[in-house]
């Protein structure tokens, strides 16, 4: 039976905000409002347990915006983290210790580079030991932090720091992004979602619903990045609503290995209206126009939505390449 | 017979290292040296490196000896940038942070309230400070200045947004630095503008654009005369006051302190909300990253001016365009 979300309309979002403004992070950093969001829906009773990201960088020390509480952990441990203060509120509560209301949530919280590369072992071992916690991993597609340079969540054709393009490789970034959601669906967790908080109402559901199970409850959060992606800070929303609306990021759900996809676009814009708003992508349109890389990105997108409308039964208009 | 002819050939070799003299000292270190030192004082994002590569690039083109590099902390775009050339006729034989600048370039008026920005430290005597703005008045409402700096001033931002079509300043600063320093011709400026532009990406179109914005800064200004000799450096005693650990402790441990940072400074356009338009959707604050706005109790926004960065998503996505945007001028 499908939740009764409390989450209707924009309206709903909750009005309590456990973050305060002035923490050192990029003016219209997604990543921040996912983060944001995120824990609107789980309320104050929270630890996020934060690998070493851009998220480290919200809190300045002495200067944290977090109301709630945040444990710092090397780039590769925070689901190792989570599983040591896990255990301990655990056998806090059964000894009687601390009373079960002073009981906290556990989230991880890591970038791309610790979910995708640097963490993913220890992500894996947590799911494996079916630890009761969330992961939110807020994805902007390369290691910000440092300067923009590729990780394994780099999209094909994307220039970072590290692939820039060159006469050699002028489409920028070769390899092709890991596919996390399916990587993690592998290990049969009980929830794992997609986000991105330009569809706010379906990230607010979706953390909703994943509070619901116990075991890992994983999640992928798009992250605009103005200062990495090359786009003015005001269009951080409407990147992230294009990247949904071109397939590009597609917004879906995993409950018990079952995939549903939660916002389907009845029609599919071509990638090239997201491509070309953000300087990362610049080189495949100036000074010539690299029409095969442009074309292969859109077949990637075509073949998964169409893969995705067959595997659940729904209608899709795709782009023509 | 081999040892014998070892033995002798060490010998020489010991007298002719004695008979050269100990410290070689080439002449041109006789010559008194000219040196400029520029500090550019930014923010993230306005392009406080690039400016100060340019000038860099330029005075190399010159034929001069040059430094430039930058430095920022773990912060990001808005916040304190500073970035320094260093200029001379011979080789520069100092490294690291330029503490005493012949030339500061203030690209952004707010920063003269900043705390940590520090702008004016250790500006030298009969040294310079051009800022970013209509008028250089406001330097004197932070500071006091010994009365033999000289103060120049122009409206960088407004050119650029005109030109470029974005507040971003990078070859503008370059410019006026170049032409206050008086050291680089404008035909060297175009070619650092177009290498240091190109190197970072920028379209064809767009370094036009730079380059013609240069121009234009550059014949607005007049060259001072900077370059000193060297060197007055003396030992400073730097005198610290005393703070205790419960000074800071409240606002350390209270929850939420980050509002402290004031980060409102960061803004180079502000939201301005129109309360008439306004229809209380809400969205503003749904997608506000910063947690920098409030409802009220009718269900209208109130920007947190003091924190709020200016990251403009709630001008973007208004429904009724009822968020207004306005150049940031006034230095808090």
């Known amino acids: 039976m499908e939740l009764q979300s409390k989450y209707k309309t924009l309206r709903d979002v909750p009005q309590i905000d456990y973050l305060a403004p002035g923490g050192s992070l990029c003016a219209g950093c997604g990543g921040l409002l996912a983060v944001r969001l995120f824990h609107k829906v789980l309320g104050k009773n929270v630890v996020w347990v934060n690998a070493a990201g851009c998220m480290t960088i919200m809190v300045n020390y002495p200067l944290v915006p977090l109301k709630s509480n945040w444990l710092y952990t090397a780039f590769a441990s925070a689901p190792a983290g989570a599983q040591g203060i896990r255990d301990a509120f655990d056998i806090l509560i059964r000894k009687g210790k601390i009373p079960e209301s002073e009981d906290l949530k556990v989230v991880v919280l890591t970038g791309d580079g610790a979910a995708y590369d640097i963490g993913l072992q220890s992500t894996s071992g947590a799911i494996y030991r079916n630890l009761d916690f969330y992961y939110l991993c807020y994805d902007n597609q390369a290691y910000g932090n440092t300067g923009f340079q590729v990780s394994s969540a780099t999209p094909v054709g994307s220039a970072t720091a590290t692939t820039p393009p060159v006469p050699s490789e002028p489409a920028g970034n070769i390899q092709k992004r890991k596919d996390l959601f399916e990587i993690w669906r592998a290990h049969n967790p009980p929830y794992i979602a997609t986000l991105s908080s330009s569809y706010t109402v379906d990230f607010l559901r979706k953390v909703e619903k994943g509070s619901t199970f116990k075991g890992p409850k994983l999640y992928i959060s798009l992250a605009g990045c103005p200062t990495g992606w090359g786009y003015d800070p005001r269009e951080t929303i409407r990147e992230e609503k294009l990247a949904v609306e071109t397939g590009i990021w597609p917004l879906k759900e995993a409950v018990e290995g079952k995939v549903k996809h939660t916002v389907v676009p009845r029609a599919l814009k071509p990638v090239e209206e997201y491509l070309a708003t953000q300087s990362r992508y610049q080189h495949l349109f100036n000074p010539v126009r690299r029409k095969e890389v442009i074309r292969s990105i859109q077949e990637q997108v075509n073949l998964y939505w169409e893969e995705a409308s067959k595997r659940e039964d729904f209608e899709i208009k795709l782009v023509n390449t | ?332």
């Open chain 2, 1 to 332: 017979m081999p040892l014998i002819t070892n033995y002798f050939l060490a010998l020489t070799l010991d007298f002719y290292i004695l008979t050269q003299p100990l410290i070689v000292i080439p002449d041109k270190f006789l010559m008194i040296l000219m040196i400029v030192r520029v500090r550019f004082h930014g923010r993230g994002g306005q392009g406080a490196k690039t400016a100060s590569r340019i000038l860099g690039t330029a005075s190399f083109v010159e034929g001069m000896n040059v430094q430039d590099s930058p430095v920022y902390g773990a912060e990001r775009r808005g916040a304190p940038v500073t970035a320094f050339t260093r200029i001379s006729d011979s080789e520069i034989l100092e490294r690291g942070y330029v503490f005493d600048p012949d030339l500061l370039i203030v690209m952004d008026a707010t920063l003269l309230a900043s705390p940590v920005a520090k702008v004016t430290d250790g500006i030298r005597k009969k040294g310079a400070i051009f800022l970013n703005a209509q008028s250089a008045n406001i330097i004197g409402e932070h500071y006091t200045l010994p009365s033999d700096v000289r103060i120049a001033s122009y409206d960088l931002t407004s050119s650029a947004m005109e030109m470029l079509g974005k507040p971003i300043i990078s070859s503008a600063s370059a410019a006026a630095a170049a032409r206050l320093v008086g050291l680089v011709k404008e035909s060297s400026l175009e070619q650092a503008i177009v290498t240091e532009l190109e190197e970072i990406g920028l379209s064809e179109e767009m370094i036009k654009k730079n380059v013609m914005l240069g121009r234009k800064i550059f014949s607005s200004l007049e060259p001072l005369e900077l370059a000193t000799e060297e060197s007055e450096k003396k030992l400073r005693i730097v005198p610290l006051e005393m703070i205790t650990s419960n000074d800071g402790l409240e606002d350390i441990i209270a929850v939420g302190n980050s509002k402290v940072a004031k980060t409102g400074s960061w803004r180079i356009f502000k939201p301005v909300v129109d309360y008439e338009k306004c229809t209380a959707c809400t969205v503003c604050y749904a997608y506000c990253p910063e947690s920098a706005l409030i409802l009220r109790q009718d269900g209208k926004p109130e920007i947190d001016y003091d924190n709020c960065k200016g990251c403009l998503i709630c001008y973007r996505e208004c429904p009724p365009k009822a968020i207004n945007i306005e150049r940031e001028v006034i230095a808090f």
